[in-house]
């Protein structure tokens, strides 16, 4: 959670200081005004990169030298984030530099909501596994140790299959890769119940219409049902070598919850693929707090387009329900927000509080 915010140079917030609320920050102001900008700086600051320009150069202001997003974190430690073309970018936590941009999100839980969220469906599998990932990243340390030397072992699985080495120094890699690919997998589904869980509570208040639902989940472990991944590994190693890649694994797992037995993509409307993408990330948030007493903080873009008035309301009582702090970006909207909340307009890259 964060206490105080400071960007600078940053697109066309120029110099730029607020104090979050510690529930629902909603930020109001036209086309063009740095609303967007506001959650881009927060990402950065959370995650080390910006979520729409691959390079940092194009998030740096127009004819400046260097950006800085300044933060204090809830328990008090300055975080701060510094970009400029000569020295690159520059992470300090607590006042001491950090090397790993994973120790930094470890610290700060983000979630981000982009406008166009409800193409969740549309999207490939890696989309899918991040979301559920992210979860396990920040609730079971396991899943990072297991996840880590999976991904080392495929590297080398990989280069051999490219090199065309011989078999048995291709398959030297399968028992560890098959040791932490079925870890991963028995963590994945344990984490889907729990999401599910409460996945199914949030969403029915979020989309009152499927309340009385029922819902299944779907877990493609990335190789054959009922065989063990070794034994996949084993089968499938001339195939491998012809595509000079790893087919199988855990990296090839995808997941869905069915809806009354349907796939929610070929019936949700947009609005309702929306509120869905919305309940995940909510009910995400919820098992980070009662797993790891950690507040994630959501950052929701655009929360008008695809929903009505009436929805917006019910995903604003939601998140006021949450152990979330909440940044919320909207050309207009008329809101009353409870306890613990505030509302700011940002104009050409400035902002000011409402009510005061
Ligand atoms: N590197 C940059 N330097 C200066 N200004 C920039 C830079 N990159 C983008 N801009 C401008 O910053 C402004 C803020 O953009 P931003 O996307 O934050 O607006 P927004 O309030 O989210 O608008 P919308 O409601 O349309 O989503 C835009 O006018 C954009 O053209
Ligand atoms: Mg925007």
Redesign the pocket.
């Known amino acids: 959670m964060l206490s105080q915010l400071r960007i600078t140079a940053l697109r066309n917030l120029t110099d730029l200081s607020f104090e979050p609320a510690s529930g629902i920050n909603l930020i109001l102001g036209a086309n063009g005004s740095g609303?967007?900008s506001i959650l881009e700086a927060i990402h950065m600051l959370a995650m080390g990169k910006s979520f729409r320009s691959r390079t940092m150069k194009s998030v740096l202001q127009f004819g400046q030298p260097q950006l800085q997003v300044i933060a204090k974190t809830v328990k008090n430690r300055p975080v701060g984030l510094q970009y400029s073309t000569g020295d690159g970018l520059q992470i300090r936590l607590n006042s001491a530099p950090l090397k790993r941009i994973s120790d930094l999100a470890s610290q700060l839980p983000l979630q981000f909501i982009p406008a166009n969220c409800h193409q969740f469906f549309e999207q490939g599998p890696r989309y899918r596994r991040q979301l559920l990932d992210w979860g396990l990243f920040h609730v079971e340390p396991s899943f990072n140790l297991h996840w880590q030397s999976y991904r080392k072992v495929l590297k080398q699985r990989n280069s051999a299959l490219r090199q065309h080495k011989k078999i048995q120094e291709i398959q030297l890699w399968d028992t560890h890769l098959a040791e932490h690919g079925e870890a991963i997998t028995a963590l994945r589904k344990k984490q889907l119940a729990c999401l599910l869980a409460e996945f199914k509570l949030i969403f029915s208040r979020l989309c009152p219409t499927y309340k009385d639902a029922e819902y299944e989940i779907k877990y493609r472990s990335g190789w054959l049902k009922d065989e063990p991944l070794l034994a996949a590994l084993s089968k499938g190693i001339g195939r491998d070598q012809q595509l000079t890649y790893t087919r199988s694994g855990s990296h090839a797992a995808d997941w869905s919850f069915r809806i009354n037995d349907t796939n929610p993509a070929d019936v949700f409307s947009r609005g309702q693929q929306k509120l869905f993408y919305l309940a995940l990330c909510m009910a995400q948030a919820k098992i980070t707090e009662y797993r790891k007493h950690e507040n994630t903080i959501l950052l929701l873009?655009?929360i008008s387009s695809e929903l009505d008035s009436e929805h917006q309301s019910n995903v604003l009582r939601e998140l006021a329900e949450l152990p979330v702090q909440a940044f919320v970006?909207a050309t207009n909207l008329e809101y009353n927000l409870g306890l613990n909340s505030a509302m700011f307009h940002v104009e050409q890259g400035n902002i000011s509080k409402h009510g005061s």
Do not use: S, V
């Open positions: 609303k967007t873009d655009d970006t």
